[in-house]
């Protein structure tokens, strides 16, 4: 199955990234994408001096240009922001309530302070423990930020796991999964599909998407997580016959809506 969107991509507007907007949509185009939007890091948690806060200002000005310099591809417009409590929350609602965004996703990148990426983090747990503990600390971070629109790679703490087989499975943490899925259909929220955390691996995910779709869910986003113009779409041609086995629709988003993808 063709994918024709790629929703979670980052340019030098993030911190850990160092590509121009022009060159992440040049990786789009030579993917023959439709859909693509930039989802630059807003991230209010960790301490003051680190906080990250890209110039969405600055940012719209480069893509304005873009706009219909590429014909057959739409250049979306959204922001990654990282949940970690209230407080992070507030400061990330207060900066977002004046942009005209096409969504937002909502992720989690750190726990208590801790960076799910270092190799401190998984010290001393299992596998089932660890991903435990990052789904408990989704749930936590839902209630405190409800104006998301996705829910972003609800795996990404397998993403840098240091296990043998990194697999995500349902059966790890069914009950934390499905209030995670209740969550989302109660709000009218969405789920990203993202294809990063399996690095070199096979996919993973099918039994966690028809968990999904056997509670109500309707629709995935599809993400690649590419911080470089060569990463743009990768594996999401993957990520799609995921979401059709699973009987789930792949959307885009405008002015915060999912709206179907067009052929």
């Not at 949509?25 to 807003?42: I, P, Q, S």
């Not at 990203?192 to 691996?201: L, M, P, Q």
């Not at 699973?246 to 915060?256: C, D, K, Q, R």
Request: hydrophobic fraction near 40%; charge should be negative; aromatic fraction near 12%.
């Amino acid at each position: 199955m063709r994918a024709l969107s790629d929703l979670h991509t980052h340019s030098s507007f993030s911190f850990d990234a160092e590509y121009a907007p022009i060159r992440m949509v040049e990786g789009a185009v030579k993917r023959g994408l439709r859909e693509f939007c930039l989802t630059d890091h807003l991230d209010f948690d960790r301490p003051m001096t680190e906080w990250n806060i890209p110039d969405f200002t600055a940012r719209e000005g480069q893509l304005s240009v873009l706009d219909g310099a590429f014909p057959g591809i739409r250049i979306g417009r959204g922001a990654e922001v990282s949940m970690a409590g209230r407080d992070c929350a507030r400061r990330a609602e207060e900066l977002l309530s004046g942009l005209e965004l096409d969504f937002v996703i909502g992720s989690v990148h750190t726990i208590r302070g801790a960076n799910v990426w270092e190799d401190a983090f998984y010290e001393g747990w299992s596998r089932r423990d660890i991903y435990r503990i990052y789904l408990e600390q989704i749930i936590r971070s839902l209630e405190c930020f409800p104006t998301l629109d996705v829910l972003g790679h609800y795996d990404f703490v397998a993403h840098y796991a240091p296990y043998a087989d990194r697999s995500f499975f349902y059966e790890d943490a069914p009950d934390l999964f499905d209030e995670i899925f209740r969550w989302l259909l109660v709000h009218g929220k969405t789920l990203e599909i993202n294809s990063s955390s399996w690095e070199g691996d096979s996919p993973w995910g099918l039994d966690i998407l028809c968990r999904f779709r056997e509670m109500g869910g309707h629709f995935v986003t599809l993400g690649s997580d590419a911080h470089n113009p060569g990463r743009v779409g990768a594996r999401l041609e993957e990520a799609a016959a995921l979401a059709e086995a699973a009987g789930l629709a792949v959307v885009t988003y405008h002015g915060h809506r999912p709206q179907p993808l067009q052929p």
